[in-house]
């Protein structure tokens, strides 16, 4: 495809012209979070100034824990207009949440992005006992970008980075309008920013880093909207076919009639579609 015609396809804010509302919402719902449940704000996790986190934690010890990360293409957004998710989990007792930060572009590449989501998940494994919840229980979800980070981490080699962490640290993923080959982000207006060769593009791209079989490895769930462009249930579906050839566990939703944007609210409404999807992965 030419530039033109993978800008549009990519543009979500053109596609939805009353995205202002909903990021406005999500502010809104992540207030009443942060106003209402027990939580920790802007734990560190590593030495860039984006690198902290929010940490809602539930009275009771040993529960799972829900990592969050945020959207906004590598180069927009914060854990700010995230905070709603944990009224989807933290309120019903479900799981603890983490809600991430992590440098963007244009400072950051997206090699220096990735590092950093392995470097708060690590960080979070090692000190599940100073807050409560389970590490043998920790589970990843994101939006757009951050769906993409999320399926990064799941395909992490743990032990490689931290030779004290289990192969198996992420026991579950859950990748919202996520993207998962990110040549054409490379070919339109994005990679301004972004600023990906070739050769980065490829390396962080999940579709070209699987492994011969995904058998083993955690569950996996891709969910897309019915009102989003054509690019995201296409990546969906090219990502979700590759992972079931490699006899991976994987579950693919279309969320019928939801755009990019209020896609991310059937995570923090209990009873939703992806938010029971996401609480049988949990249990």
Known sequence: ???????????????????????????????????????????????????????????TPG??????????????????????????????????????????????????????????????????????????????????????????????????LDAAAPADLIKGAFSISGLYDLRPIRQCYLNDKLGMDDAVAERNSPLLLLPASTAAMAPLVCAVGGAETPAFPQQQHDFVTAWKARGGRVTAITAPDRHHFDIVDQMAQPGAVLQTAMAAMLR
């Open 1 to 59: 495809m030419d530039r033109a015609t993978l800008d549009k396809l990519y543009n979500n804010r053109e596609a939805v012209p009353t995205h202002p509302q909903d990021i406005a919402r999500w502010a809104t719902e992540s207030a009443r979070a942060r106003a209402e449940l027990p939580h920790h704000a802007d734990l560190a996790y590593g030495p860039h100034p984006r690198e902290i986190l929010d940490l809602f934690t539930l009275a």
């Open 63 to 160: 529960r799972p824990l829900l990592v969050f990360i945020h959207g906004g293409y590598w180069q927009a957004m914060s854990k700010g207009e995230a905070s709603q998710i944990a009224n989807g989990f933290v309120r019903d007792g479900l799981a603890n949440v983490a809600l991430l930060n992590y440098p963007i572009g244009p400072e950051a590449g997206m090699d220096q992005i990735v590092a950093s989501i392995r470097r708060a998940i690590l960080w979070l494994w090692h000190r599940a006992g100073d807050y409560g919840f389970d590490r043998r229980r920790i589970h990843v979800s994101g939006h757009s970008a951050g769906g993409h980070l999320a399926v990064m981490a799941l395909l992490t080699d743990w032990p490689a």
